[in-house]
C-alpha cells in the first residue's frame, strides 16, 4: 500500500482527474464511490444512459477545447442551443427577457413598461460594482415586470432562498442582458438572435457525460476507488483513509468545502466560524424513462418559475443524444432544489414531479413510463450571500498555509463549470510542479 506521496488527490471527478492528469506522476487519487466522475457521472439502465443532471461542456477557452477533444475525439457533437420557458401555459423562448412572444398582452405590457421605467432610474452599466443584492439588482436591470414574471419567483426556486438574501457576485456570464430594441423585437415577434454563453454547447455522442471522465481516467493512474477520507491532519500532513494513514507533500481537495474542513482535526476556531456560515441548496435529480418517441422534440431543456411545478427545470437526454435511449423512447431529467437540511421524501418527491409533468403536458396519461430514479446531489448550488466573500478569504489564508489547494466548484466555493474545472486543475498542477 501507498503510504506517502508527493501529492494527493481527494476526489476523482472532473477536477481531481483533470490534476492528475497534468501532473502526469508521483500522485495518488482517493476518491469515495465505487465509480468515478463524481457529478459528471452516468448511470446506465434498460437501454438508457442518464446523468447526475444536464451537464454540458461549454468550451470558450482555446486550451480547454482542445483538451476535451483530445480525449472524446469523434464522440463529441455541438449542439445549437434550443431551451424554453414554461409560464402562463405556454412555451417561450429562452431567455425569458428576450422572448416575451407568445405570453398574453398584459404580460408583456407589464415586462416593458417595467423594463423602460428602470432604465430612467438605473444606470445599468454600474450596477455590478454596487454593493446592492440580487433582489435590487433584478429591478433596476429589468424592472418590476420581469420581476414579477419570471426573476424572482424562478431564483426563489432554485436558490431555496429570496433573492434579497443574494449577491450579485456570481452574475458574470450567467444572465443575458437584451437591450431595449432586442426586448421589444423578441416581444412582438420571434426573436431571431441567440443570447447567453450557452447558445451552444458540447456533449457527447455516446456514454453520457461519463465518456469524458473515463477518457480523462485512462491517461492517469494510481486511482484508489471506495477510499473516503475520513480525518485530516495538517500538522503532520497525512489523511487517514480506510483506516489507512498516507503522508502527502501537497493535498488537492475537491471535496465540498465544509466537507473538506470537517475532516481537518483541530480547525481553529475562526475558520470554524467562517465554515459555519457557508450556505447552500441541495437537488435531486429524477430521472424519467418514457415509452414514447421524440418527446418535445428538438427541445433541450424548460425553465419552470411558477410555484405550481416543484421543478425548477426539465431537460431531455434524448435530444442531446438519440443514442442516450433504446428505439422508440425518451428520457427526462428533472431538477427539484431544496435546502440542504430539508430533503423531500423520494416518494412524495416523484409522485410530485409525475403531476407536475402531466399538468404542464410534457407527458400524457397513456405515456408508459418505464422508470424513475432519485440521484441526490447534496451540494448543487453555491449561495452568494453577504457572509460567502468574507468566509471564503479567511477559509483560504487558511488552506493556502497548509499547502491546501481546495478546487472545482465546490472545493472553490463558486458557481462554475467544466472548462473552468479543467483551467483551475491545470493552474493547481502547474503551481505544485514550479514550487517542486
Not at 322 to 342: A, G, L, T, W
Request: hydrophobic share 35%; glycine share 6%; aromatic share 12%.
Amino acid at each position: 500500500m501507498l503510504n506517502e506521496m508527493k501529492t494527493l488527490i481527494i476526489g476523482a471527478g472532473i477536477s481531481g482527474l483533470s490534476t492528475a492528469y497534468h501532473l502526469k506522476d508521483d500522485y495518488l487519487i482517493l476518491e469515495k464511490e465505487s465509480t468515478p466522475g463524481g457529478l459528471c457521472r452516468s448511470v446506465k439502465s434498460q437501454g438508457f444512459t442518464f446523468d447526475y443532471s444536464g451537464h454540458f461542456i461549454h468550451l470558450r477557452n482555446d486550451y480547454a477545447k482542445n483538451f476535451i477533444f483530445s480525449f472524446l475525439g469523434n464522440n463529441i457533437k455541438k449542439i445549437s442551443r434550443n431551451s424554453c420557458i414554461y409560464s402562463n401555459k405556454t412555451l417561450t423562448q429562452y431567455p425569458y427577457q428576450a422572448n416575451l412572444f407568445g405570453l398574453p398582452d398584459k404580460v408583456i405590457k407589464e415586462c416593458i413598461s417595467g423594463l423602460i421605467q428602470a432604465k430612467k432610474t438605473s444606470k445599468r452599466l454600474s450596477l455590478l460594482n454596487q454593493n446592492i443584492t440580487f433582489h435590487d439588482w433584478i429591478l433596476r436591470t429589468f424592472g418590476k415586470g420581469f420581476a414579477k414574471h419570471f426573476f424572482f419567483p424562478y431564483n426563489n426556486k432554485l436558490w431555496t432562498v429570496s433573492t434579497k438574501i443574494l449577491t450579485t457576485d456570481w452574475i458574470d456570464i450567467f444572465i443575458p442582458q437584451p437591450n431595449l430594441k432586442e426586448v421589444i423585437n423578441g416581444a412582438y415577434s420571434e426573436q431571431k438572435k441567440s443570447f447567453g454563453y450557452n447558445a451552444s454547447f458540447y456533449y457527447p455522442e455516446k456514454g453520457g457525460i461519463q465518456a469524458l471522465i473515463d477518457s480523462i481516467k485512462a491517461k492517469t493512474h494510481n486511482l484508489r476507488l471506495n477510499s473516503p477520507v475520513s480525518r485530516i491532519n495538517v500538522k503532520n500532513k497525512y489523511v487517514i483513509s480506510n483506516g489507512n494513514k498516507i503522508y502527502y507533500k501537497n493535498l488537492v481537495s475537491t471535496m465540498p468545502l465544509p466537507e473538506l474542513l470537517s475532516s481537518i482535526e483541530g480547525l481553529p476556531k475562526a475558520v470554524l466560524s467562517a465554515k459555519n456560515k457557508l450556505s447552500w441548496t441541495s437537488v435531486d435529480c429524477i430521472n424519467v424513462a418514457v415509452k414514447k418517441q421524440n418527446l418535445q422534440k428538438g427541445v433541450h431543456w424548460i425553465y419552470f418559475p411558477e410555484k405550481d411545478f416543484v421543478f425548477y427545470r426539465a431537460g431531455f437526454y434524448h435530444n442531446f443524444t438519440i443514442k442516450s435511449v433504446p428505439p422508440n423512447c425518451s428520457s427526462m431529467y428533472i431538477e427539484v432544489s431544496y435546502q440542504h437540511d430539508k430533503k423531500p421524501g423520494k416518494s412524495s418527491i416523484v409522485k410530485k414531479v409525475i403531476s407536475g409533468l402531466k399538468q404542464s403536458g410534457l407527458i400524457n396519461g397513456n405515456d408508459d413510463i418505464l422508470e424513475t430514479q432519485v440521484l441526490s446531489i447534496p451540494y448543487a448550488y453555491v449561495i452568494y450571500d453577504k457572509n460567502r466573500k468574507k468566509a471564503l478569504k479567511t477559509i483560504n489564508t487558511y488552506l493556502k498555509h497548509n499547502n491546501i489547494h481546495s478546487i472545482g466548484r465546490y472545493g472553490s466555493w463558486k458557481y462554475s463549470y467544466i472548462e473552468e474545472s479543467i483551467l483551475d486543475a491545470k493552474s493547481t498542477a502547474d503551481l505544485i510542479s514550479k514550487n517542486e
